[in-house]
């Protein structure tokens, strides 16, 4: 067997690898596609979760405080670190 046989069955080997590779991700798109079809013609994409209740407008004014709070615990953690640092 000569290198130019040698060449020209590389060649070969390599396009039939590659074109393997190929179908197989076309085939996969293809599936993957038909899938997302077929769940959306179903209606298993949507989000199922239930409606939170309303509630009475009394939490946001603590939820305020709370903020704040926080807020004040933060500004004295930095102080009393750049204290001791």
């Given at each position: 067997?000569?290198?130019?046989e040698?060449?020209?069955?590389?060649?070969?080997?390599?396009?039939?690898?590659?074109?393997?590779?190929?179908?197989?991700?076309?085939?996969?798109?293809?599936?993957?596609?038909?899938?997302?079809?077929?769940?959306?013609?179903?209606?298993?994409?949507?989000?199922v979760?239930?409606?939170?209740?309303?509630?009475?407008?009394?939490?946001q004014?603590?939820?305020?405080?709370?903020?704040?709070?926080?807020?004040?615990?933060?500004?004295?953690?930095?102080?009393?670190?750049?204290?001791?640092?």
């Amino acid at each position: 067997m000569t290198i130019v046989e040698m060449l020209g069955q590389s060649g070969v080997l390599t396009v039939m690898g590659m074109g393997t590779v190929f179908s197989f991700l076309v085939i996969v798109i293809i599936t993957v596609t038909l899938m997302g079809k077929v769940v959306h013609a179903l209606g298993a994409d949507k989000d199922v979760t239930q409606p939170t209740p309303a509630r009475p407008s009394a939490p946001q004014a603590n939820s305020a405080a709370k903020t704040a709070a926080v807020t004040a615990a933060i500004t004295a953690a930095v102080t009393e670190y750049q204290k001791n640092n």
